[in-house]
């Protein structure tokens, strides 16, 4: 039971240059998240995904861009990486519906240095 | 609008001791409550939810939390501190009436000393 995945683990930058982080997700939830967390800042929400085929804006958007690619995956791209966005990346999925709230699930993160 | 504040940025205490993480909230609509933890290069781990079943919620690893309505608060206790439970823990808010994105707090850190 892999629960949420994220690829890759680690990376480093330069200035300027694109990347695409990548997650999926085995539990069918219909919502997914993006994340970037620095410290004393708690977790910000970039970008989130409620259901296939459709995409909003979070709290910190600029400079991302997303896809809901299907129901399992939802990728992160930096067209032009900034040394402020020197962060972890985390991806999370959950299950909302009318009545209740589930919680959300988490993978392990992307620590992205851009230089 | 809804808003999570976590007091203390960081809370020290003695394996044994008492922990206490405290949080506070604001929505404008019954909220959903929870706390995750996070031990060190992992994701957020969920403790423990309330979603209006029960005032008193017990997780795992030992922790509670209850609901105090006319306090806004959800503060998260254990009786006895385990050197194990050194993480840092989010409290996080979101209602079923208006936004279902959880607005989390900025952390708090519990150190646990021997």
């Known amino acids: 039971n892999a629960g949420v995945t994220q690829t890759p683990k680690f990376q480093v930058l330069k200035t300027g240059q694109s990347m695409t982080l990548q997650c999926a997700q085995d539990?069918?939830?219909?919502?997914m998240y993006w994340y970037r967390q620095d410290p004393g800042m708690g977790l910000r929400l970039i970008y989130y995904?409620?259901?296939?085929?459709?995409?909003d804006k979070g709290e910190v958007p600029n400079g991302y861009n997303v896809s809901r690619l299907n129901k399992r995956e939802f990728s992160l791209r930096l067209e032009s990486a900034a040394p402020s966005q020197t962060s972890v990346y985390f991806c999370?999925?959950?299950?909302?519906?009318?009545?209740?709230?589930?919680?959300?699930?988490f993978g392990d993160g992307t620590r992205l240095s851009i230089l | 609008a809804q808003s999570v504040t976590q007091l203390g940025s960081h809370v020290s205490v003695s394996e044994g001791a008492l922990v206490l993480l405290r949080c506070n909230y604001s929505s404008s609509v019954p909220p959903y409550l929870f706390w995750y933890v996070q031990y060190p290069n992992q994701g957020l781990q969920l403790l423990l939810k309330y979603t209006s079943a029960a005032t008193l919620v017990k997780g795992i690893n030992g922790f509670e939390a209850e609901f105090k309505k006319s306090e806004t608060s959800f503060h998260l206790t254990k009786p006895s501190a385990h050197m194990s439970d050194a993480a840092e823990y989010f409290c996080?808010?979101?209602?079923?009436?208006?936004?279902?994105?959880?607005?989390f707090g900025r952390g708090t850190s519990l150190i646990v000393h021997p």
């Open positions: 539990m069918n939830h219909n919502s």
């Open positions: 995904s409620a259901s296939e085929g459709t995409t």
């Open positions: 996080a808010v979101s209602n079923a009436g208006g936004s279902y994105i959880p607005t």
């Open positions: 999370a999925s959950s299950e909302v519906s009318g009545l209740s709230n589930q919680p959300q699930h």
